[in-house]
């Protein structure tokens, strides 16, 4: 990994603290990127202090209490009980890190463009108490070239020397929340630095928190990397969801023609329609390149269709469900509706950009009365910011008129539902076989 660097005095200093496990670690971003890579470094002996803007999270976590499903309380209280992580909002405590990874959010602004303001404001925060001879990785999903120009460009205006100074990286996180297959240490890690100190200072520095390091030659393509992933599947689910839109017309089963598909064992990749796509990686990422792109004059057709098709989902959703209660002979404005699950997926309780938010808005501006069912999900905010708090068991599923399955958590009885309601909407494929009370996207 460092055969043909030649080691100044900063460089061999780091790579010496990162090998003998006595650096310090500064994660800023305790939320589902941060708080697992904290916790895998605390785990591996690491001394890390979470930093985030949020005090109610910090107090939260200094309290010994996980905020993030895949990450239990007993987890975090060793951690803090070996005196590995120290939680806090206080940035001056990073002037002790030897080694900070930045994992803030990236979101889109309304006019769907990206939204830099979360790492600039770090830059700006970190520019004051930042040692030389520190490492500093970029994690936060964004479009080629910001590590460039938003990170090392601004330390370079100050003097500082990239790969002397300063050593920075990008990494891309590659965090599944609810994978029970995949831990985030399984999944290999991808690294680009800035020039080859950087590299090899970024490679030894997540060996020990990862199984796999796959080393790439810029940061561009680290950023690159990960938009590419995320754009293939939002591509992808977005072609299934349109086939499911034809099998619908075409009175096909599209659920039944994919097992079949898949069985050919090579030269088909099964990808599953739905509701729309939520979390923050498909919605999001795929309009950063797109974004990146139009600064070259170059139009992503792929991406903007794929987007169109995906966020028309929802509204498919409720035309279904108003279709389906006309043959009823009820009306969706003065029907009874459970709305089932709100999380963007099975058995977690994340509802970043969850299309169950998208279809809950569109079902209160149609006058529905409406109520919400999920367990993992605790409290929620609609679009005008009022606080929702769904309930994780329903009395009487049959004093609803319709019910609409977003996600498909493992401890809903969907057997009781199935006996109690004459019309479900079925987004998730609940039941393979056909039903006659229920109504499936790309079902028949």
Request: negative net charge.
């Amino acid at each position: 990994m460092e055969t043909g660097v030649v080691k100044d005095s900063s460089y061999a200093i780091l790579s010496d603290k990162i090998r003998s496990k006595q650096a310090i670690i500064g994660v800023i971003g305790m939320g589902y990127v941060g708080l697992p890579l904290a916790m895998e470094l605390a785990t591996a002996d690491f001394s890390v202090i979470g930093v985030d803007i949020d005090a109610l999270k910090i107090e939260k976590l200094a309290d010994g209490k996980s905020h993030i499903i895949d990450i239990p309380t007993d987890r975090v209280q060793a951690v803090i009980a070996d005196d590995k992580f120290l939680p806090t909002t206080d940035y001056a405590t990073l002037k002790a890190a030897d080694v900070i990874s930045i994992c803030v959010p990236t979101p889109l602004t309304k006019s769907h463009e990206p939204n830099m303001s979360y790492i600039e404001d770090t830059v700006a925060r970190l520019k004051p108490v930042l040692s030389k001879g520190t490492l500093l990785v970029l994690e936060s999903t964004t479009y080629p070239g910001t590590t460039r120009e938003l990170i090392a460009c601004e330390f370079e205006k100050d003097g500082w020397v990239i790969g002397e100074d300063i050593f920075i990286c990008f990494s891309p996180e590659r965090i599944d929340p609810g994978n029970k297959q995949f831990q985030p240490k399984q999944v290999p890690k991808v690294v680009g630095g800035m020039t080859e100190k950087c590299l090899a200072l970024g490679q030894q520095y997540y060996a020990h928190a990862f199984d796999t390091i796959v080393p790439v030659s810029t940061p561009e393509i680290a950023e690159m990397t990960k938009l590419l992933e995320n754009t293939f599947r939002s591509i992808n689910i977005a072609f299934i969801n349109e086939m499911s839109m034809l099998c619908e017309e075409l009175g096909i089963d599209l659920w039944e023609a994919i097992d079949a598909a898949k069985t050919k064992p090579f030269g088909f990749m099964p990808f599953y329609p739905g509701p729309g796509v939520g979390g923050h990686c498909i919605p999001l990422d795929p309009m950063y390149l797109y974004w990146k792109g139009k600064e070259k004059n170059f139009f992503s057709r792929f991406i903007e269709l794929a987007q169109q098709v995906n966020t028309s989902m929802p509204k498919h959703v409720v035309e279904l469900a108003s279709q389906a209660l006309n043959r009823h002979g009820k009306a969706l404005s003065t029907s009874k509706v459970l709305l089932v699950g709100v999380a963007y997926k099975s058995d977690i309780d994340d509802v970043r950009e969850s299309p169950g938010l998208h279809v809950y808005e569109q079902l209160k501006q149609a006058d529905a009365q409406l109520d919400v069912l999920d367990p993992f999900v605790t409290i929620f905010r609609d679009e005008a910011g009022r606080i929702v708090r769904p309930v994780s068991v329903v009395g009487n599923m049959s004093d609803y008129d319709c019910a609409i399955i977003m996600t498909k958590h493992s401890n809903i009885d969907y057997d009781v539902l199935l006996k109690s309601c004459d019309c479900i909407i079925d987004t998730r494929n609940v039941w393979t076989e056909k039903k006659a009370n229920v109504f499936k996207i790309g079902g028949v």
